[in-house]
């Protein structure tokens, strides 16, 4: 098969099909079995060019570490959304500079369409970071790669997404790559933020699933639960936030009514939605799932960069 991320920009998870995403897989698999040596050759010489317009932890941090381990340098931008980059001339005028500099773009943005946008100026590829209340496609590619490697297959699985279905950018992007394993999903949310009505209606045609409002309903069910944080910024009103808030918390007590194997997955930062008392459980994967993150990212840079590998 030929490498289908070769130049190409990573924008959508669904501009990706599902032999991309296991061609992906495979290479994240080969890179854990590479001597260091071979390791830094893969992005040797090249550069990643990190712009980050809203706050990052992982993303960021993840991607420069991915580069790093790949033998690649990083530079970066780390700028309040308050600067006067919220002009898109501006953010094409940082672009073309940007990408002067660099092989790959990675652009986090609170605006929905902002990596569409660079992708279209730009002429190095870009990665969408997380694109306002839109997409954040590689949290997607990594997500499913832990599935694959904690349960050992993507295929026929339950799955429940919990949390703020609205407003977290990672749930669309997981959907519509979820969509080509034959999942069965369950949404469980408060009913002011379940998925938005037009992925709704798109989903409808290419996944299995059901809303519910309590996850009790449904926890003896499942395979595997992707737990979300309420996206306090992105809410219009506070006063919505505080209806909301603690409205779904998972606890040991929760866990034991679910099957041995249940896997907890969460794209993190978490708030006040899992209890400590999980991370000491065998569930919990949302750490060993950042640490993956590194490892999908790395591999993506390296088809990005190589057409052959
Ligand atoms: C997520 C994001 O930025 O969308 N974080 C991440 O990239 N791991 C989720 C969130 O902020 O809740």
Redesign the pocket.
């Known amino acids: 098969m030929i490498n289908p991320f070769y130049g190409r920009d990573i924008i959508s998870i669904r501009d990706f099909s599902k032999l991309d995403l296991e061609y992906l897989f495979k290479m994240s698999d080969n890179i854990q079995k590479l001597s260091p040596m071979k390791l830094k050759e893969l992005a040797s010489g090249k550069l990643l060019g990190t712009l980050f317009f809203?706050?990052?932890?992982?993303?960021r941090l993840s991607f420069e570490a991915a580069m790093q381990s790949i033998g690649g340098g990083t530079v970066s931008i780390i700028e309040a959304r308050t600067s006067s980059i919220e002009k898109g001339e501006n953010l094409n005028d940082t672009i073309r500079t940007v990408e002067s500099y660099v092989d790959i773009l990675v652009l986090?943005h609170h605006m929905e369409g902002a990596a569409r946008f660079a992708a279209q100026i730009a002429e190095k590829p870009v990665i969408n970071?997380?694109s306002g209340i839109e997409e954040?496609p590689t949290?997607a590619m990594l997500d499913i790669y832990t599935i694959l490697k904690e349960r050992g297959r993507i295929t026929n699985l339950k799955i429940a997404v919990i949390g703020?279905l609205k407003y977290?950018?990672?749930v669309y992007s997981l959907l519509y790559g979820l969509a080509h394993f034959n999942p069965k999903i369950f949404l469980v949310s408060p009913p002011d933020l379940k998925v938005r009505d037009e992925a709704l209606i798109d989903l409808e045609e290419k996944v299995k699933f059901s809303l519910h409002e309590n996850i009790e309903e449904i926890i003896e069910e499942v395979d595997a639960i992707y737990v979300?944080?309420i996206?306090k910024e992105r809410l219009p009103d506070p006063l919505e936030y505080e209806k909301v808030k603690g409205s779904y918390v998972i606890d040991n007590k929760l866990l034991s009514k679910g099957r041995d194997d249940l896997i907890i997955l969460h794209?993190?930062?978490?708030t006040t939605e899992i209890r400590p008392e999980v991370d000491k459980t065998p569930n919990a994967k949302y750490f060993i799932q950042?640490h993956y993150?590194k490892i999908v990212r790395a591999a993506l840079i390296s088809l990005m960069l190589n057409e052959k590998n």
Do not use: I, K
């Open positions: 809203e706050p990052s932890t992982r993303t986090r970071g997380g954040h949290q703020d977290g950018r990672t979300t944080r996206q794209p993190l930062p978490r950042a993150g």
